[in-house]
């Protein structure tokens, strides 16, 4: 019985990335340890919760994925401490009232994982837990059973030696994937999940959930912009008719709802959902149908910002309006960076002139922070880190990720994924005191360090718990609408309207001042609400915002503390 028809309030959720956010022991990788030793500063910005990815047993070279690959759920990955170190870690966090969201990778385990040793000889228990289907037979060869492609490279199927049949994996080959169309599989799932929910964790980021059931026919995908061999054999050259994104992950994410529902104390699920059909575009129609009020999780991450420039103010207005559109009862959750892809301020800063780059990126997050629903911040990008450049700053020899083997150092993911500076008079800006840390921390980092913007009053790490605080100090923010209003270039605006509160966000997305009179965006009711006064010139500086609220009719403007006077407020 689903608990309430009710939207979770949105969240702001700060990301760990376990192996290079802070060493604790001093062996060169990040730990739990570690993450328990920064929780003063991750309660400092301002955030609801943490999400950590994945801490659990996984292979320890490329074929673990980071983590990504799981060998056994119910262990602690030694390399990032022991069990004692975890409940440590969430009791630590309770009491400093932050809730913790553990990494629930749903669509595959690792190769190594006791269920896939035991389907691959045929037990009966377990033969049916992986996608194992037979080759077909092509020009006198064995081939693969289908034209699924792995979203790393290569077929999405191996052959496996042992059981004489090939296994699917949507990713390496060292991640099987999970045949989650059976029940069974569910079953088991869903009780490796009870054992963290029954240890206090307050829910999980659920990962690659439209990859978690497929066809069981196997039939082929079409290729999206031709017909085979003229097209590139590459999972995003597919719409993913087949091979994923199938009813019936919605009816398993049902069951995860109703485990999550039978807890006294609220669990909370976001999914990550950031493929659409068509080959990855536009993921939001797909991301949507996971939010279900009854029987959906609370929220789905997309990355539907992540290409955007402060040159795409048009882009961005869309964005706007489809996320109104697929969710009109709220469940988005914006993931501004992410272990997965390249750091922000180096997109945000794209096209932008260097020495307007800083306050370029300070106003995308004003808008990202302002957008309907939940946030992820990814460590680091309160700093505005930029992406590490491979080879230049991590050599090719200390790659981790293996997608740089599988796809090209253009693929690889280490670039976003380098350690946390804290301190940038200490050995390896703070992270680690070892000589060989997880991966190096690229000079750039250095004078960006934790101690270095905690002195300067301007620095992005103090503007961005200031965005965070005001950010909670409206509630006008924590669900309800978005509507873009129509403001020619550069201004950027919309309101945001929840139960009779309304905010007016209004960005000047260029490098030069410009003025607007409200007249030019509001109508004569919306000018009244917002105390705003026809033909009044409202200047902003370059890239800078302009905040106005209005609470309920009839309620007293409460001063919000954090929030600052309602005036127009100078680029940052
Ligand atoms: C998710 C994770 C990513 C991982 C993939 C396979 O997208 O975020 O890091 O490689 O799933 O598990």
Redesign the pocket.
């Known amino acids: 019985m689903a608990r309430s028809a009710k939207r979770h309030p949105a969240e702001v959720i700060y990301q760990v990335y376990p192996s290079s956010f802070n060493d604790a022991n001093g062996d060169g990788q990040g730990d739990i340890a570690g993450i328990t030793q920064k929780l003063d500063y991750i309660k400092s910005l301002g955030v609801d919760s943490i999400w950590i990815?994945p801490v659990y047993l996984s292979p320890p070279g490329p074929e673990g994925?980071?983590g990504?690959?799981v060998s056994d759920y119910r262990q602690i990955d030694p390399r990032y401490g022991t069990m004692q170190d975890f409940k440590d870690l969430l009791k630590e966090a309770h009491a400093r009232g932050l809730r913790v969201y553990t990494d629930w990778?749903v669509?595959?385990t690792a190769n190594d994982h006791d269920w896939f040793e035991k389907s691959r000889k045929g037990d009966p228990k377990y033969k049916d837990y992986y996608v194992w289907a037979d080759g077909k037979q092509w020009n006198g060869r064995t081939v693969p059973p289908n034209n699924w492609k792995s979203?790393?490279g290569g077929a999405a199927w191996t052959y496996d030696q042992e059981r004489g049949q090939y296994y699917l994996h949507?990713?390496l080959k060292s991640?099987p994937a999970l045949n989650l169309n059976k029940k069974e599989v569910q079953d088991a799932v869903l009780d490796e999940m009870k054992f963290w929910l029954d240890m206090g964790v307050d829910g999980f980021r659920v990962?690659?959930l439209p990859f978690a059931t497929c066809d069981e026919k196997l039939r082929d995908n079409p290729w999206l912009y031709g017909i085979w061999p003229n097209v590139k054999e590459q999972w995003d050259q597919q719409r993913f008719d087949h091979s994923m994104i199938q009813p019936q992950t919605v009816d398993f994410i049902a069951r995860i709802r109703a485990l999550m529902d039978g807890y006294p104390e609220k669990k909370t699920t976001i999914g990550?959902a950031?493929a659409g059909a068509e080959g990855g575009l536009n993921p939001l129609p797909v991301a949507a149908q996971y939010v279900d009020l009854q029987k959906g999780l609370d929220m789905s991450y997309t990355w539907a910002v992540n290409d955007i420039s402060p040159k795409a103010r048009d882009r961005l207005a869309d964005i706007v309006r489809a996320l109104g559109k697929y969710f009109p009862d709220g469940g988005h959750c914006l993931s501004v960076g992410?272990?997965?892809i390249p750091r922000t301020f180096s997109r945000t800063a794209a096209n932008v002139p260097p020495a307007e780059a800083l306050a370029a990126h300070k106003q995308m997050m004003e808008i990202f922070f302002t957008l309907p629903g939940s946030v992820i911040l990814y460590q680091g990008e309160e700093l505005a880190l930029e992406q590490a450049r491979i080879p230049l700053d991590i050599p090719l020899d200390k790659l981790k990720d293996p997608t740089a083997q599988t796809q090209g150092l253009d693929a690889c993911?280490d670039g976003s994924r380098t350690p946390m500076p804290w301190d940038g008079g200490k050995p390896n800006a703070g992270f680690s005191s070892s000589n060989d840390p997880y991966l190096p921390v690229p000079a750039a980092h250095v004078p960006k360090a934790v101690a270095a913007q905690e002195k300067d009053a301007d620095s992005m790490l103090r503007f961005m718990r200031k965005l965070i605080a005001r950010r909670k100090a409206r509630p006008a923010l924590e669900a309800g609408t978005a509507t873009v209003l129509n403001a020619g270039a550069p201004l950027f605006a919309y309101l945001r309207e929840n139960g009779g509160e309304t905010l007016l966000c209004a960005f000047n997305m260029s490098g030069q001042s410009f003025s607007f009179k409200p007249e030019d965006i509001l109508d004569d009711a919306t000018i009244g609400r917002l105390s705003l006064q026809k033909g009044q010139t409202v200047t902003l500086a370059a890239y800078g915002s302009f905040f106005k609220d209005a609470p309920p009719q009839g309620v007293k403007a409460a001063p919000a503390p954090q929030s600052p006077p309602p005036v127009i407020r100078k680029a940052v």
């Open positions: 990815s994925d980071g990504y690959a990778v669509a595959h979203v790393f949507h990713f991640q990962d690659a990550e950031t992410n272990h997965d993911r």
